[in-house]
């Protein structure tokens, strides 16, 4: 037989015979109430269908237990990482997350930001766009909310709390492998629009010139507005390539993105890039996106530690959550990577 349904908390306190204050305490914590009260709730949930309202039974208490995350892109396994091990950071220590997504739009990342504002998060894990964010909108959400930001940080922005990588010292990785294999690499950019990609081209001028070669960048301007990384990889190679240029130099890419698209302009010229491949064209990315392994060649990067990242960010997040917001000084954590050596690098 199928159990009756109840819709809301007070007809569910006539059906138990328990005061809706005490459901609501039980709700938020069973060890709230007595333990025989417990048990008689509990028995009696399971002889109905009821469902607690999610946001019900956190909006009067001091705190909804809920953590805010925008992410700028839902396209990329990077995030995806990222978000996974906030989520699971965040259940662990009773947490629940709501993620919003920029969609590469400055717009939609400020509604997000105000979303997360009047659904009275305990606090936010933003990861901004870029050039394109709005600065005051991220230190209105910090003014109003315990903050942290995460793998890239604004440079107007150095006095709050981060999580990320070090760039400095991947791409510095990255590069001295490149130079201790074969011919010191050009770095293919991406698109200046974020931070993250201008801390990486510069360290791989540093490393390069502290090695004694000479930097050399390509594929720094956007080339068109709607592409994706990928698409300026392949163009930016297809040109080189299609000049006669590049056909025996190691490459390395801003990201693993651009990477991809790398590999598929050596393909589209018979190229094949790799470490025991003739000619030696190598190609090598960063980040170790959830596909690398599995490109032909498979794709030599550079690990970001996404597990890391993201449960620093939630536990530091909660220090300042349970701290009301008073720190003395805004946190900076930085994560180093570890190299993947596969075949096209």
């Not at 995350?69 to 629940?96: C, H, Q, R, W």
């Not at 909310?145 to 940080?153: A, C, E, G, T, Y």
């Not at 709607?226 to 025996?248: I, K, M, P, T």
């Not at 960010?313 to 990577?337: N, Y």
Request: glycine residues 6%.
């Amino acid at each position: 037989m199928s159990k009756p349904r109840i819709n809301t908390m007070l007809e569910l306190s006539v059906a138990i015979g328990v005061s809706r204050p005490t459901l609501s305490r039980f709700f938020q914590d069973p060890a709230l109430v007595k333990p025989n009260t417990a048990k008689r709730i509990q028995e009696g949930l399971s002889r109905v269908e009821y469902v607690p309202n999610f946001f019900a039974t956190r909006m009067n208490r001091k705190s909804t237990r809920l953590i805010g995350v925008i992410i700028p892109y839902l396209n990329d396994l990077f995030f995806t990482k990222l978000l996974e091990s906030i989520e699971v950071a965040a259940m662990a220590s009773g947490m629940t997350v709501i993620t919003q997504c920029s969609h590469s739009d400055p717009v939609i990342e400020a509604r997000a930001a105000e979303t997360l504002m009047s659904m009275s998060v305990d606090g936010a894990l933003v990861a901004p766009l870029g050039d394109q964010s709005d600065d005051a909108v991220q230190l209105r959400l910090r003014s109003r909310l315990p903050f942290v930001l995460m793998d890239s940080r604004p440079a107007t922005m150095s006095n709050v709390d981060f999580v990320g990588t070090n760039h400095v010292q991947s791409t510095g990785l990255i590069t001295e492998y490149l130079c201790r294999v074969g011919r010191p690499p050009v770095f293919l950019a991406m698109p200046r629009v974020n931070f993250n990609a201008r801390e990486r081209e510069a360290a791989y001028i540093a490393r390069m010139t502290h090695l004694g070669h000479r930097p050399e960048v390509i594929g720094t301007e956007l080339l068109s507005s709607d592409w994706h990384f990928e698409d300026h990889g392949e163009a930016v190679l297809s040109a080189e390539f299609g000049a006669g240029r590049l056909l025996d130099r190691s490459i390395l890419c801003a990201n693993d993105r651009v990477a991809i698209g790398a590999i598929r302009a050596a393909a589209r010229h018979g190229l094949v890039p790799g470490r025991q491949a003739e000619g030696g064209l190598r190609i090598a990315g960063h980040d170790d996106y959830p596909l690398c392994p599995y490109l032909n060649p498979a794709l030599t990067t550079v690990a970001q530690d996404t597990n890391a990242i993201g449960r620093k960010a939630v536990s530091r997040l909660l220090e300042i959550i349970g701290s009301d917001g008073l720190q003395d000084e805004p946190e900076i954590t930085l994560f180093e990577g570890s190299l993947k050596l596969r075949e096209s690098a």
